[in-house]
């Protein structure tokens, strides 16, 4: 598996895609356009209130409680302008975190990954056209498990971690486009269920890295306690990905019914 060639595919290189992608025209322009729909949200609803309050008064609204409200709302349009910049405060944090762990943890680089890939380059090497029926059928099975099956296998348990945190920033970046609406919606009692959803779903997007950072651990940890060097290395592989594959699917499906 030396041989084949894959672009970098680790937490820092998907970090740089994420800043990259937020960064772009494309997200910018929809984050503009989100602003200026919270913008009209604001006026909308002040025009509103100044002739509520003209209708209550006899056509003269209270300027006092009129005045109050433009404060209100040049305080949530505030909010709104200074949120991303908080929202990447947060997010630094937290890629710091994942770094230092990661680093310290590894990424699924147990005994059986490397083993695995020794013995995809040595089969290959010492029988390059493949088993002959002659072989028998374990040894054709063997092969077949160690070097058309395990490799797939590798690679996936190898970045498990990265293709489901590809997901997760995916998730964060839908997550800080409709924030500025969502902020707006505090300003309603009927639409602050709105705003609690928006609030629960950054919560537990920000959650998901801890949660995989954990499932990932244990995963390694679990697979290096029940096998040895006596097992068979692409069963040991195979067990790797379903269980470290199960407790991500646990993460995803479960982490939403913690809140």
């Given amino acids: 598996m030396d041989g084949i060639l894959v672009n970098n595919f680790d ?12 960064g772009s025209i494309e997200i910018n322009s929809m984050r503009g356009v989100v602003v ?4 009209v949200l ?6 509103k209130e100044y002739k509520n309050s003209a209708n209550q008064n006899n056509g003269k609204p209270d300027m006092k409680d009129f005045t109050n409200l433009i404060y209100l709302y040049s305080f949530v349009m505030t909010i709104i302008l ?38 995809f ?5 010492n029988n390059p056209e493949g088993p002959s029926l002659t072989d028998g059928l374990a040894s054709i099975a063997d092969y077949t498990m160690t070097v ?29 486009i409709v924030s500025p609406v969502a902020i707006i ?20 997007c920000y959650l998901m890295i801890p949660c995989y950072l954990l499932a990932n651990q244990f995963s390694d940890t679990l697979i290096n306690t029940m096998f040895n060097n006596e097992v068979t290395i692409w069963f040991a592989l195979l067990s790797s990905f379903l269980i470290k594959l199960s407790l991500f699917k646990i993460v995803n499906s479960k982490l939403y019914n913690l809140i």
């Fill in 121 to 125: 380059v040595e089969k290959v090497k």
């Fill in 185 to 204: 919606m505090l300003l309603n009692e009927k639409t602050h269920q709105y705003f609690m959803t928006w609030a629960k779903h950054m919560f537990i």
């Fill in 148 to 176: 058309l099956v395990a490799p797939p296998i590798y690679w996936a348990t190898k970045y498990m971690y990265s293709l489901f945190i590809v997901g997760r920033y995916f998730y964060l970046i839908m997550l800080e």
């Fill in 42 to 47: 604001i006026i909308d609803r002040l025009i």
């Fill in 11 to 22: 937490v820092a290189s998907i970090e740089r895609v994420y800043e990259n992608v937020k």
């Fill in 36 to 39: 200026v729909i919270a913008a």
């Fill in 82 to 119: 200074i949120l991303p910049f908080l929202l990447n405060a947060i997010e630094g944090l937290l890629g710091d975190m994942q770094q230092s762990l990661t680093q310290k943890m590894g990424t699924g680089t147990s005994f059986m990954m490397e083993e695995s890939a020794k013995l």
